[in-house]
Nanobody, 118 residues
Framework: QVELVESGGGLVQAGGSLRLSCVAS????????VGWYRQAPGKQRELVAS??????IYADSVKGRFTISRDNAKNTVHLQMNNLRPEDTAVYYC?????????????WGQGTLVTVSS
């Protein structure tokens, strides 16, 4: 089964930075968007950032602080998070369409926890 594996989460003080990585076990579709989502306890999952050949979008709460990027050759998506705030605390998930033999499958990673202390 194809997989997405997130890493880079951890504990950081407010104002600090983290870089999340999402590595796929096979190629990520270049024809569809890849995205980062997050979910905090008691809150619904929300889109943080998404990028495709058509452009890139960010949640208003992270604009100017987060940057999504991808390295197609390495089947990897990154999320650079700067000037972190306590309200950024959540489990972060990546989502992408990944090649599985002859078809593309939408896959979610297992999540990586980001905790921002004040």
């Amino acid at each position: 089964q194809v997989e997405l594996v997130e890493s880079g989460g951890g504990l950081v003080q407010a104002g600090g930075s983290l870089r999340l990585s999402c590595v796929a076990s096979s190629r990520i579709s270049s024809s569809n968007a890849v995205g980062w989502y997050r979910q905090a306890p008691g809150k619904q999952r929300e889109l943080v950032a998404s990028t495709s050949g058509s452009g890139t979008i960010y949640a208003d709460s992270v604009k100017g602080r987060f940057t999504i990027s991808r390295d197609n050759a390495k089947n990897t998506v990154h999320l650079q998070m700067n000037n972190l705030r306590p309200e950024d605390t959540a489990v972060y998930y990546c989502n992408a369409r990944v090649l599985s033999s002859t078809k593309w499958l939408e896959v979610w990673g297992q999540g990586t926890l980001v905790t921002v202390s004040s």
